[in-house]
Nanobody
Framework: QVQLVESGGGLVQPGGSLRLSCAAS????????MAWYRQTPGKERELVAT???????DYEDCAKGRFTISTDTAKNTAYLQMNSLKPEDTAIYYC?????????WGQGTQVTVSS
């Protein structure tokens, strides 16, 4: 399986921005689709945004107009740019390939939006 490592989380005030990174152990983002998910305590993990190998993107309602998913194939890294953050965006964010056979869940990166 491909190893994916999330980073870039932190504490940010409402209205602020963060860019999350997802570093892959090999060159995969031009071959496989991937997604960002998030989870808060007591809730199921939810899909945030997807990025296909072809470069198509899709966003859940929670992310539309505020988040941007992208990949840099030269760096084997995917990103989630998050703007206009709200307290309800507080969660652990995970990246994963859509094919469940190719990657497992990592440790994620904590995002906390609070004043």
């Amino acid at each position: 399986q491909v190893q994916l490592v999330e980073s870039g989380g932190g504490l940010v005030q409402p209205g602020g921005s963060l860019r999350l990174s997802c570093a892959a152990s090999e060159s995969i983002f031009s071959r496989y689709s991937m997604a960002w998910y998030r989870q808060t305590p007591g809730k199921e993990r939810e899909l945030v945004a997807t990025h296909t190998a072809r470069g198509d993107t899709d966003y859940e309602d929670c992310a539309k107009g505020r988040f941007t998913i992208s990949t840099d194939t030269a760096k084997n890294t995917a990103y989630l740019q998050m703007n206009s953050l709200k307290p309800e965006d507080t969660a652990i964010y995970y990246c994963k390939l859509l094919n469940p056979l190719l990657s497992s869940w990592g440790q994620g990166t904590q995002v906390t939006v609070s004043s």
